[in-house]
């Protein structure tokens, strides 16, 4: 195989023309097998080359991905895995690691602090994505234990209070029964998220009940009249968490 021209890339790389085929080589490569001095290559210098090539490729690709944000050896597998053997990855990581670039002891570390002071993500949401990224359950456990309760406490606090001020739609009962939910859905626990709303005060002033109260009156006051559509009204208005009795104070005002 005749090595017929090499054009210098903007990285570095060259891109080499050898017979009618164009590959690209790290100067690395150039370097290591003298191509520069070459003029002719057989087929299995050829292999060899282009293998090691991706190699390089696959680790200066990982490299990069790395520089943006720490990975984990999990994150870097998924990465690589569309473009290359599971070999040349299993390479890659061996020597990211060799030269210290995956550490998942830092991972972690930085990770749950980035989580504890800056997400609103609860310890089990917290377990689930690392397990996902490649941690055994215990070594999180671990980590997740040094994290004092008061600081869960505190974040499910200021969620709870932001949702009571920014409540326009529901009753105490509703809005008590949505706030566990989307408070267990962002990984929280149910035993402190339910002391939280126990030591919270919910109030929900009769203009936010007055407000259903008119909106579901004006959308069932075509179809039903008197008595029913009272009846109506306050089953609507007890579904979404308002107390009977003030429904009922309501709607005689009203």
């Known amino acids: 195989m005749k090595i017929e021209k090499y054009t210098k890339l903007k990285d570095n790389r060259y891109s080499v023309k050898i017979d009618d085929i164009n ?8 370097i290591k097998y003298e ?11 050829f292999e060899e080359i282009t293998k090691y090539n991706d190699r390089l490729e696959a680790y200066y690709k990982a490299l990069k991905y ?8 999990k994150e870097i597998e998924n990465y690589l895995k569309k473009d290359y053997t599971i070999k040349t990855i299993n390479e890659t990581i061996d020597k990211l690691k060799e030269n210290g670039y995956l550490d998942k002891e830092l991972y972690l570390k930085s990770y749950l602090a980035d989580q504890v002071n800056l997400g609103m993500m609860g310890p089990n949401k917290i377990k689930n994505n690392l397990i996902k990224l490649g941690f055994r359950e215990d070594e999180v ?12 406490l505190d974040k499910i606090r200021r969620h709870v209070k932001k949702k009571i001020n920014s409540n326009k739609s529901y009753g105490v009962n509703k809005l008590k029964e949505k706030i566990l939910y989307d408070l267990m859905e962002m990984g929280f626990y149910k035993s402190m998220i339910e002391e939280v709303i126990l030591e919270s005060e919910f109030k929900v002033s009769d203009d936010v009940l007055i407000k259903e109260y008119n909106k579901i009156k004006n959308k069932l006051n075509k179809k039903y009249e008197g008595y029913e559509l ?6 609507k208005l007890v579904s979404k968490g308002f107390y009977y009795e003030d429904i009922k104070r309501v709607m005689n005002r009203e």
């Open 23 to 30: 590959v690209k080589l790290y100067d690395d490569v150039i």
């Open 35 to 45: 191509l520069l001095r070459k003029k002719e290559i057989d087929d299995e210098l």
């Open 66 to 73: 790395i520089t943006k944000k720490l990975r984990t050896e």
């Open 141 to 152: 456990n671990d980590k997740l234990q040094d994290i004092k309760d008061d600081i869960w």
């Open 230 to 235: 009272e009846t109506k009204i306050l089953t």
